[in-house]
């Protein structure tokens, strides 16, 4: 089974700081999937990332980067120097390959920046 | 960036109502996908389809129906709708092997009074 966990239901922080959205999987799969998706207040899912279970070279894009651990089972989300556009509900989720195309989602963490 | 629509986008009905929700693409993709959220709250898959004429529910029980006649087109249809249908449905599409990318498009609010 799958299981996707970010534990974090809130963060709130002033402009300029850094924050970490954690991600926590569970998967019996050796070959699988992780996304990252950001859901601003108007609605629509945003794809930021994706990252096979091979790579576990941490991303950089801007102010945003990934740590990917296998040893934690962990895929957490920095942004740095954060926002207020960076406010939004942002999902982790996790796809097994396979023949499975669906994808597990995490319950989303709100990031409220303040200006 | 992602060529999916939703249509339409906020909706008010009334109680027993039939509504159909939209979604097109023009990725090509042949897997696609509704999701359900209610403000606030996690994605639920209701259904999905992985081509022509194949369509199965999702992990969540949904009391609405969907079609796949054309690769493109992936409506959702509620027969009779009820206030606990209030809800954002999201329209999502990819392609190729398993892992790959899927999209969304921007989301259908439907709130039935």
């Known amino acids: 089974a799958q299981k996707v966990t970010q534990a974090q239901t809130e963060i709130s922080v002033v402009e300029k700081e850094d924050v970490t959205l954690d991600c926590v999987y569970e998967t019996r799969d050796t070959t699988y999937y992780l996304f990252w998706y950001k859901q601003p207040p108007s609605g629509e899912l945003v794809f930021l990332i994706r990252r096979n279970s091979f790579d576990e070279q941490n991303e950089i894009s801007g102010r945003y980067s990934w740590n990917f651990q296998k040893s934690t089972s962990s895929f957490n989300f920095t942004i740095t120097a954060s926002q207020v556009v960076d406010s939004a509900v942002y999902f982790c989720a996790l796809n097994s390959g396979g023949s499975n195309y669906k994808l597990t989602f995490g319950k989303g963490t709100l990031l409220t920046v303040n200006p | 960036e992602a060529d999916i629509y939703q249509t339409p986008r906020y909706l008010v009905i009334g109680t027993g109502k039939k509504i159909t929700l939209e979604c097109s693409q023009t990725?090509?993709?042949?897997?696609m996908y509704w999701y359900q959220q209610d403000p606030g709250m996690e994605l639920h898959l209701i259904h999905y389809?992985?081509?022509?004429?194949?369509?199965e529910k999702g992990d969540l029980s949904s009391e609405s129906t969907v079609s796949r006649i054309r690769t493109e087109h992936f409506p959702l249809t509620l027969e009779s709708a009820r206030p606990s249908h209030t809800s954002q449905y999201l329209c999502?599409?990819?392609?190729?092997?398993?892992?790959?990318?899927?999209?969304f498009g921007e989301g259908s609010w439907l709130t039935v009074v």
């Open positions: 999502a599409s990819s392609g190729g092997v398993p892992g790959n990318t899927i999209y």
């Open positions: 389809s992985y081509g022509v004429n194949s369509t």
């Open positions: 990725m090509g993709h042949d897997k």
